[in-house]
């Protein structure tokens, strides 16, 4: 469900499958849910009766006609497992010694072999394998992490199939899943179906307030013969093809459900449908090393009602791109079982050889993007990724009104990937989470130890962007587009800093000193740090390699942290600082003489003794002026709002 896109035809699409189609599906999740965090691994360990593996012949193939199979028999008194510590996680409850056997930082996989069993009056308890099932297991068997010797496994899977719940037997699988060995971790695949109406009135709401751009699917009944059901969508009489018409909208819904929506966001993956989760508990797949922001909107499940206007602020190239890491998402990591399989493998691989682990960008990006070029690891990128996003740093002390705004304000932004707050009031805590706003984006709070500047250009380890946007508590003004253009013009300058106010230094001859001027010029040597974009690296070196006392100083005199960042990158780059956007007034128009300390006219004229000290340390002046400025295309063309890209730039 959504708004379209060029071609698009918007809907809000809330599939439904058949339980045979669902099966597989789900498995993808329940797959890392209960393999990965290990709960699900331990609701059936057994008691210390165990049966003996260690002569178990080797699994190549899992054959799927239980006829063939060895007849095992289930006592009737033999114990059902015991349940299992749902508190454990993988770093509580998994025995990585087990791992340790090999030298080539390889987990290895046991999988038990294939037998038929039945309870005490020989019936059967399982009904074969599922072609999904007997995927799964042929592609662990024939991969690199298998291995045929139980006793250098460190995760062990039985050759159980429950992916479908339909004829499954809980009571007798988890006799006999209890006989197996208790000092092993499993990796058990387990199902769930059957979708819920919670959220159908909200939709059908939706559909009739923006009827061109939703598309409510229901089930098709009373179907013509030879149209079948699991391919099919209705919307009153009319049939559509499912799930190609996923394809003709740019957003699907994935609502949370009594199976958590798995194949929803299976099929809006396949078809390159933007996912829209909208599904407070649902963790998403693989997680831990996928970058869902790329290719997902992730919304609180209140946001229902506001769907549409949250969707339409999204911008078309955007749009595209997530639609294209959709279906990179789908074909490397979803399409198959075997993959699947190979995935959650590599996965808990690499939690247990960490110093083996792929890079994020092997993990998110295409290999066409991955290695286009070779890259010198001692120089920052040519051009960082888009989909990486900034963090913004506000630095604050006790304007919660102003801070709040400021936080909802910077969250508008496409390209913001985290919130964090500095606290620097060691006063007063700060607020509890009630207060702030609910945002689509991770917020962080720090609270500092001592009240100094310095701290906003620490190298606070929550930043994992290259990109920062350090902003002040009181920078209400700034609009979305001239954040995001002002990122934008980051990712091609990134060694440089990149901002809005700008400022200048000048040679006083009556004095003989350099003077700090904050008058209106068409020059600028400087861009205050109140608002402006820098690569995380800034941080290190103002924080331990800033020369002299210069932080030491500006800590002291609680001023002019942002010049001390103004010369570090322009005395290590030999570069000038970006000012971005027309926009010179920055003063809070809310705000007293006693609410800032740039408020207070002591504060300006030490900003020139700034000047002149740092010189004196660093030995020279760095600073370079320039008479320049970075504006959007068509920022002054008389064409309309939406042929621009950014059409909110905001005036002086």
């Given at each position: 469900m959504g708004p379209s896109g060029k071609s698009a035809r918007g809907a809000s699409l809330v599939p439904r499958m058949k339980t045979r189609h669902r099966l597989c599906y789900a498995a993808l999740f329940s797959l890392l849910l209960l393999g990965l965090l290990s709960s699900g691994l331990l609701q059936f360990w057994p008691r210390e009766n165990a049966v003996d593996v260690g002569d178990a012949p080797h699994v190549t193939r899992s054959p799927r006609d239980v006829a063939d199979l060895p007849r095992v028999q289930l006592a009737l008194e033999m114990p059902t497992p015991e349940r299992g510590d749902m508190s454990c996680r993988m770093h509580t409850c998994f025995d990585v010694y087990r791992c340790g056997h090999n030298m080539r930082r390889r987990i290895k996989v046991y999988v038990y072999p294939p037998a038929h069993y039945v309870d005490a009056r020989g019936v059967t308890v399982a009904h074969g394998f599922s072609r999904e099932f007997n995927d799964l297991l042929s592609a662990i068997s024939e991969s690199e992490f298998y291995t045929d010797q139980p006793a250098r496994a460190c995760l062990l899977l039985p050759s159980v199939d429950m992916l479908s719940q339909q004829h499954l037997r809980l009571k007798e699988t988890g006799q006999l899943l209890a006989q197996m060995h208790r000092r092993r971790t499993w990796l058990i695949v387990s199902a769930q179906t059957n979708i819920h109406e919670e959220f159908r009135e909200q939709l059908q709401t939706l559909e009739a307030r923006y009827n061109e751009e939703v598309l409510l699917l229901e089930r098709c009944v009373g179907l013509p013969p030879g149209r079948d059901s699991a391919r099919t969508r209705c919307h009153g009489d009319h049939i559509y093809n499912y799930p190609e018409i996923l394809q003709e909208s740019s957003f699907c819904v994935v609502l949370r459900c009594a199976r958590l929506g798995q194949p929803a966001l299976s099929d809006a993956l396949q078809a390159g449908c933007i996912p829209v989760i909208l599904a407070d508990s649902y963790i998403l797949p693989f997680s831990e090393v996928l970058d869902w922001k790329r290719t997902a909107v992730v919304l609180a499940e209140d946001k229902l009602p506001e769907i549409c206007t949250i969707l339409k602020a999204i911008s078309q190239r955007q749009i595209e791109d997530m639609q294209r890491q959709a279906r990179f998402f789908w074909e490397r990591y979803f399409s198959s079982m075997k993959v699947i399989a190979l995935t959650t493998l590599h996965i808990i691989n690499e939690r247990i050889f960490p110093y083996a682990a792929h890079s994020y960008e092997h993990w998110n990006s295409p290999p066409e993007v991955c290695w286009r070029g070779v890259m010198n690891p001692l120089f920052l990128p040519l051009e960082p990724a888009r989909a990486r996003g900034f963090t913004a740093v506000v630095l604050t002390y006790d304007r919660l009104d102003s801070l709040l705004r400021v936080v909802t304000e910077i969250a508008r932004t496409p390209s913001l990937a985290k919130v964090l707050v500095v606290w620097n009031n060691q006063n007063k805590d700060p607020p509890p989470s009630t207060v702030w706003p609910r945002l689509n984006v991770p917020l962080r709070v720090v609270q500092t130890q001592e009240n100094k500047l310095s701290n906003r250009f620490f190298p606070y380890e929550?930043?994992?962007?290259?990109?920062?946007?350090?902003?002040?508590?009181?920078?209400?003004?700034?609009?979305?587009?001239?954040?995001?253009?002002?990122?934008?013009?980051?990712?091609?300058?990134?060694?440089?800093?990149?901002?809005?106010?700008?400022?200048?230094?000048?040679?006083?001859?009556?004095?003989?000193?350099?003077?700090?001027?904050?008058?209106?010029?068409?020059e600028v040597s400087m861009v205050l740090t109140g608002a402006a974009f820098y690569h995380k690296y800034f941080n290190y070196l103002y924080t331990y390699k800033m020369p002299g006392d210069i932080k030491a100083w500006v800590d002291n005199h609680m001023n002019c942290e942002d010049i001390a960042m103004n010369f570090l990158v322009t005395n290590m780059t030999g570069k000038p600082p970006i000012k971005v956007t027309p926009r010179k007034k920055f003063k809070c128009p809310e705000c007293t003489a006693q609410d800032g300390l740039s408020l207070d006219q002591t504060h300006m004229v030490e900003r020139s003794e700034c000047i002149n000290k740092f010189v004196s340390v660093f030995g020279m002046m760095p600073l370079r002026s320039v008479e320049h400025r970075a504006d959007p295309v068509l920022y002054k063309d008389d064409f309309p709002e939406k042929l621009k890209s950014f059409p909110n730039i905001g005036s002086l």
């Amino acid at each position: 469900m959504g708004p379209s896109g060029k071609s698009a035809r918007g809907a809000s699409l809330v599939p439904r499958m058949k339980t045979r189609h669902r099966l597989c599906y789900a498995a993808l999740f329940s797959l890392l849910l209960l393999g990965l965090l290990s709960s699900g691994l331990l609701q059936f360990w057994p008691r210390e009766n165990a049966v003996d593996v260690g002569d178990a012949p080797h699994v190549t193939r899992s054959p799927r006609d239980v006829a063939d199979l060895p007849r095992v028999q289930l006592a009737l008194e033999m114990p059902t497992p015991e349940r299992g510590d749902m508190s454990c996680r993988m770093h509580t409850c998994f025995d990585v010694y087990r791992c340790g056997h090999n030298m080539r930082r390889r987990i290895k996989v046991y999988v038990y072999p294939p037998a038929h069993y039945v309870d005490a009056r020989g019936v059967t308890v399982a009904h074969g394998f599922s072609r999904e099932f007997n995927d799964l297991l042929s592609a662990i068997s024939e991969s690199e992490f298998y291995t045929d010797q139980p006793a250098r496994a460190c995760l062990l899977l039985p050759s159980v199939d429950m992916l479908s719940q339909q004829h499954l037997r809980l009571k007798e699988t988890g006799q006999l899943l209890a006989q197996m060995h208790r000092r092993r971790t499993w990796l058990i695949v387990s199902a769930q179906t059957n979708i819920h109406e919670e959220f159908r009135e909200q939709l059908q709401t939706l559909e009739a307030r923006y009827n061109e751009e939703v598309l409510l699917l229901e089930r098709c009944v009373g179907l013509p013969p030879g149209r079948d059901s699991a391919r099919t969508r209705c919307h009153g009489d009319h049939i559509y093809n499912y799930p190609e018409i996923l394809q003709e909208s740019s957003f699907c819904v994935v609502l949370r459900c009594a199976r958590l929506g798995q194949p929803a966001l299976s099929d809006a993956l396949q078809a390159g449908c933007i996912p829209v989760i909208l599904a407070d508990s649902y963790i998403l797949p693989f997680s831990e090393v996928l970058d869902w922001k790329r290719t997902a909107v992730v919304l609180a499940e209140d946001k229902l009602p506001e769907i549409c206007t949250i969707l339409k602020a999204i911008s078309q190239r955007q749009i595209e791109d997530m639609q294209r890491q959709a279906r990179f998402f789908w074909e490397r990591y979803f399409s198959s079982m075997k993959v699947i399989a190979l995935t959650t493998l590599h996965i808990i691989n690499e939690r247990i050889f960490p110093y083996a682990a792929h890079s994020y960008e092997h993990w998110n990006s295409p290999p066409e993007v991955c290695w286009r070029g070779v890259m010198n690891p001692l120089f920052l990128p040519l051009e960082p990724a888009r989909a990486r996003g900034f963090t913004a740093v506000v630095l604050t002390y006790d304007r919660l009104d102003s801070l709040l705004r400021v936080v909802t304000e910077i969250a508008r932004t496409p390209s913001l990937a985290k919130v964090l707050v500095v606290w620097n009031n060691q006063n007063k805590d700060p607020p509890p989470s009630t207060v702030w706003p609910r945002l689509n984006v991770p917020l962080r709070v720090v609270q500092t130890q001592e009240n100094k500047l310095s701290n906003r250009f620490f190298p606070y380890e929550e930043i994992e962007t290259e990109a920062v946007l350090a902003i002040d508590d009181d920078i209400i003004m700034l609009t979305p587009d001239e954040l995001q253009f002002g990122y934008e013009v980051w990712r091609e300058f990134p060694d440089r800093l990149v901002g809005y106010p700008g400022r200048l230094h000048l040679w006083d001859h009556e004095t003989g000193k350099w003077k700090y001027e904050s008058e209106w010029t068409n020059e600028v040597s400087m861009v205050l740090t109140g608002a402006a974009f820098y690569h995380k690296y800034f941080n290190y070196l103002y924080t331990y390699k800033m020369p002299g006392d210069i932080k030491a100083w500006v800590d002291n005199h609680m001023n002019c942290e942002d010049i001390a960042m103004n010369f570090l990158v322009t005395n290590m780059t030999g570069k000038p600082p970006i000012k971005v956007t027309p926009r010179k007034k920055f003063k809070c128009p809310e705000c007293t003489a006693q609410d800032g300390l740039s408020l207070d006219q002591t504060h300006m004229v030490e900003r020139s003794e700034c000047i002149n000290k740092f010189v004196s340390v660093f030995g020279m002046m760095p600073l370079r002026s320039v008479e320049h400025r970075a504006d959007p295309v068509l920022y002054k063309d008389d064409f309309p709002e939406k042929l621009k890209s950014f059409p909110n730039i905001g005036s002086l």
